[in-house]
């Protein structure tokens, strides 16, 4: 029987567990005293919190129950075990947090507090999604209602979001704090795709020329970058024209601007950011 205990599990275990424990200093440190929400589960955990006065941990553990009953089949067995630990895991460390070792907010001021509060919250979201898991709530209901209609995903978590937001002028009976909460959610959501994707490194650079030989020549030579040729057409003059398709380290942009300046001064140059790569080593 082949053994679960793996080292990539131990990778996710370890993800799961910082990732946690991120979303649950974020939610005690930055949104729970200041009265702003944010998305997912730990949104409607903090909505429920003040009107029901119950621990925010026993609210998170109550939302996801019926949810993970409901969309067992939809997330797979391994899938499903690492978000039922990443949702106890989180109601353990903000009751941890805010009950038992009564951990106040480090600032009233609702800028700083929705800015940190948003950073924390997307490195422990993408901690751990990178931990192959989830923080229960939205996710789950995306993946049911993806799985039996068209609606991406993604439009789901944004509605869900948006009711958040809505219920929070409700409760928190102030406008402003609501509007404080959507840039905060949109940090987190800047910040969960640079965990997802890292930070970029890497440009894409599509070079136009007339001598595309030469140029792969002295490109890799100087820089000792392999890239693709790729035949194309003018539109005003029909032409044949052959683009120069390479991806190049930030650093040595500057090398490449000059390698085409020095043997080719009509040539065209694109530069776009690569922010994520997969295959040969990446």
């Not at 009711?163 to 949109?186: C, N, T």
């Not at 969960?192 to 490194?201: V, Y």
């Not at 650079?205 to 030989?213: D, F, G, K």
């Not at 100087?222 to 930030?250: A, M, P």
Request: hydrophobic share 50%; proline share 2%.
């Amino acid at each position: 029987m082949k053994t679960i205990f793996t080292t990539e599990e131990l990778k996710n275990f370890i993800n799961m567990i910082t990732g946690t424990l991120a979303l649950a200093l974020g939610v005690v440190l930055f949104f729970l005293s200041n009265n702003i929400t944010t998305g997912g589960t730990p949104g409607i955990a903090l909505l429920l919190h003040h009107l029901s006065g119950l621990s925010m941990g026993t609210i998170v553990i109550l939302v996801n129950i019926p949810l993970l009953l409901m969309g067992m089949k939809y997330l797979g067995k391994l899938f499903a075990v690492r978000t039922v630990i990443s949702i106890v895991l989180l109601s353990i460390f903000i009751d941890l947090f805010s009950l038992y070792l009564k951990i106040d907010s480090i600032t009233n001021n609702i800028l700083l507090a929705s800015v940190f509060g948003g950073i924390f919250i997307g490195i422990g979201v993408g901690l751990i999604m990178r931990g192959n898991s989830s923080a229960g709530g939205s996710t789950i209901i995306a993946r049911i209602i993806s799985s039996q209609t068209e609606i991406k995903p993604g439009q789901v978590i944004l509605f869900i979001d948006f009711l958040i937001i809505a219920g929070s002028i409700y409760v928190f009976r102030d406008v402003d704090k609501a509007l404080w909460s959507i840039m905060s959610i949109y940090i987190t959501s800047k910040c969960i795709d640079r965990m997802l994707s890292g930070a970029p490194t890497t440009k894409v650079v599509h070079i136009s020329t007339l001598h595309a030989q030469t140029l792969c020549s002295v490109i890799t030579e100087q820089l000792g970058r392999q890239g693709t040729i790729l035949k194309g057409t003018g539109l005003s003059n029909e032409k044949d024209k052959e683009i120069i398709f390479i991806v190049v380290e930030l650093k040595k942009l500057r090398t490449l601007r000059d390698i085409i300046q020095q043997n080719d001064p009509d040539a065209f140059m694109i530069v776009m950011e690569a922010s994520e790569m997969l295959g040969r080593g990446h």
